[in-house]
């Protein structure tokens, strides 16, 4: 049941990236109200795992101005639209080198429904070979490694892994063992 409806929109701004519009809106009770909403493509979050271990990207994020730990993640240049395979296998080759045998879709991310229309499509990519990276320009300073999954369970519990889309991913990947065990 939708119980705003949206009266009329304006783009307000855009980049390469996204774009953000304020829409004029109608409450369930008549009463008028404006969202503002952030626009950006559908992208992909990929959790690099081989035996008991997952790889995970390092890079600084300005918006919160520190270095996070997190899964390989993106979306296509331009604000394209790309289909979420063929897009997971471009961000996990660009951002780690990684090439994987598998990828299996395990979710999909509400990225932050509140203020934004991103969805991200999660995969699992699993047979992975070495190659190298193809960074873009913002990810030169992109660290990379893998992790034994008790310490990602224990950089989570320490607050060293606290991004939301990392974290949502990782419930994902517990739902998805535990319905095939």
Not at 40 to 57: F, M, Q, S, T
Not at 102 to 115: E, L, N
Not at 141 to 160: F, H, I, K, L, Y
Request: contains cysteine; charged residues 25%; aromatic residues 8%.
């Amino acid at each position: 049941m939708v119980s705003i409806k949206r009266v009329s929109s304006t783009e307000i701004y855009a980049n390469p990236w996204l774009s953000l519009r304020e829409d004029e809106i109608v409450r369930a009770d008549g009463s008028p109200g404006i969202y503002s909403v952030i626009d950006k493509p559908a992208g992909v979050i990929v959790i690099p795992r081989d035996d008991n271990r997952l790889y995970l990207v390092e890079q600084f994020r300005y918006a919160v101005e520190a270095r996070r730990w997190e899964f390989p993640a993106g979306t296509a240049p331009d604000r394209q639209s790309l289909p979420p395979e063929e897009l997971a296998v471009r961000e996990l080759s660009e951002e780690t080198g990684l090439r994987a045998e598998s990828m299996t879709q395990i979710g999909s991310v509400d990225v932050a429904p509140g203020f934004s229309s991103q969805r991200q499509a999660v995969f699992l990519a699993e047979a992975l070979s070495p190659g190298p990276p193809a960074r873009e320009h913002e990810e030169q300073d992109m660290d990379a490694r893998w992790w034994p999954v008790e310490q990602v369970w224990a950089a989570v519990a320490s607050g060293e892994i606290c991004d939301a889309q990392t974290l949502a991913a990782l419930t994902l990947l517990i739902t998805h063992d535990t319905a095939k065990a």
